[in-house]
Nanobody
């Protein structure tokens, strides 16, 4: 089993920056991909960014050029650096882990509890 805990959410102004963190523990060797998903009120959960075991990355078109996903050398920490934030970025952000490279929410087996990001003036 893998446990994931997000942190770093909060209230920021449009155009501001925020970095989210996710701590992973458990059977880390079983993880082949990790990602950030987000869900706004009344909307479906959507992929934000994914990073593979070989450091391959993929981003949603809406955040490309503004967000950066990364992990540390031990693969126990996942980060999402968010710049030039917009009100439409407001959502609960979740970190997730999958046993294979995938962009599909349904294939991610492990999830954190989420951290709220609110972009508002």
């Amino acid at each position: 089993q893998v446990q994931l805990v997000e942190s770093g959410g909060g209230l920021v102004q449009p155009g501001g920056s925020l970095t989210l963190s996710c701590a992973a523990s458990g059977t880390i060797s079983s993880i082949k991909a990790m990602g950030w998903y987000r869900q706004a009120p009344g909307e479906e959960r959507e992929m934000v960014a994914v990073i593979g075991s070989g450091d391959t990355t993929q981003y949603a078109d809406s955040v490309k050029g503004r967000f950066t996903i990364s992990s540390d050398n031990t693969k126990t920490m996942l980060y999402l650096a968010m710049n030039s934030l917009k009100p439409e970025d407001t959502a609960v952000y979740y970190c997730a882990a999958a046993p294979r490279w995938t962009l599909l929410r349904s294939e991610y087996k492990y999830w954190g509890q989420g951290t709220q990001v609110t972009v508002s003036s």
